[in-house]
């Protein structure tokens, strides 16, 4: 490829050279393309500041997930970002991943937020999950992939769902035994969904057994105790603690008081007791995030 054979973005500088459709304009007598016509409306509104470049250095882009900020800036420690998932992403995660990571899990967060949506869940679910599974896994000691596992593996813990029928899914009443053994099935359908991604295939674990308990009773395998990963076994915990203290049609919301009181009763049964034990130790942490869900 020539220098001839190169088109540049003259809004976002993005390389278009392999578009064959892109968005143009022509601008004195001389053509622009783009790589969308969000870009191209941007030139379209002020051309000579594109031209001259007179904008580049005013561009901000989000730390983690590298999209152009143009409102409702985030400046938080070594920031800025765009929203505030993106700030405790990088909080967490932000020593571990490559730049491309991030934007690829904005990418999952956007998908998951279509999941949640789909079954009326009540705000935010997994990403609220996903936030008490970052904390209690910092609190074990767990840094690196395997944080990043853990991060990626709540967040699509319910992606099986999306093969369960609406009858099912949405259904306000108590399930039959024919939908709740279909419901059931989700976990290996997320399993099958994300086990063949190279990149996810330790998630497809946590996806897997995020239903299993720790005295076997679990569902779909049976489960005992270090038979479940260490993902799942920390994401159960976190799973319980966000049904407990977010207002739900049939039950309202319990103060997390109350919350952790349970969690320690089912110790050693629904639970790792290590894992409580280490629950009980990033209590003020858990609790401050509650108190934000409870505002």
Do not use: W
């Not at 409306?41 to 882009?61: A, M, Q, T, Y």
């Amino acid at each position: 490829m020539t220098d001839l054979d190169i088109r540049i973005d003259p809004v976002c500088k993005m390389d278009i050279s392999g578009l064959h459709n892109p968005a143009t304009t022509v601008y004195r007598e001389k053509k622009y393309s783009f790589c969308s016509e969000k870009c191209r409306d941007r030139f379209l509104n002020n051309p000579e500041l594109f031209i001259s470049g007179g904008e580049k250095c005013n561009v901000i882009h989000c730390k983690a997930c590298q999209t152009e900020i143009y409102d409702g800036v985030h400046i938080k420690d070594d920031g800025p970002y765009c929203c505030e998932k993106c700030y405790f992403r990088d909080r967490f995660l932000g020593g571990v991943l490559e730049k491309m990571e991030g934007i690829y899990l904005a990418t999952i967060e956007a998908f998951v937020k279509a999941i949640d949506t789909r079954e009326h869940e009540v705000g935010d679910h997994s990403y609220r999950v996903t936030q008490f599974a970052m904390i209690l896994s910092r609190k074990i000691g767990i840094t690196g992939r395997d944080l990043v596992d853990i991060y990626c593996g709540s967040l699509l813990h319910d992606i099986g769902k999306i093969g369960i029928p609406d009858s099912i899914l949405l259904k306000q009443g108590k399930l039959t035994e024919e939908e709740t053994s279909i419901m059931a099935q989700h976990p290996e359908a997320g399993y099958r969904i994300i086990s063949h991604i190279g990149y996810l295939s330790r998630v497809a674990d946590i996806i897997h057994s995020h239903h299993e308990l720790y005295d076997g009773t679990g569902y779909p395998r049976g489960l005992k105790g270090n038979e479940i990963t260490l993902g799942a076994r920390i994401f159960s915990v976190c799973d319980t603690l966000d049904a407990l203290t977010v207002d739900r049609p049939y039950r309202n919301a319990i103060p997390f008081k109350e919350a952790k009181e349970y969690i320690t009763s089912v110790s050693g049964t629904r639970f790792d007791p290590q894992v409580v034990e280490d629950f009980l130790r990033a209590e003020d942490d858990l609790e401050e995030f509650v108190a934000k869900i409870m505002l």
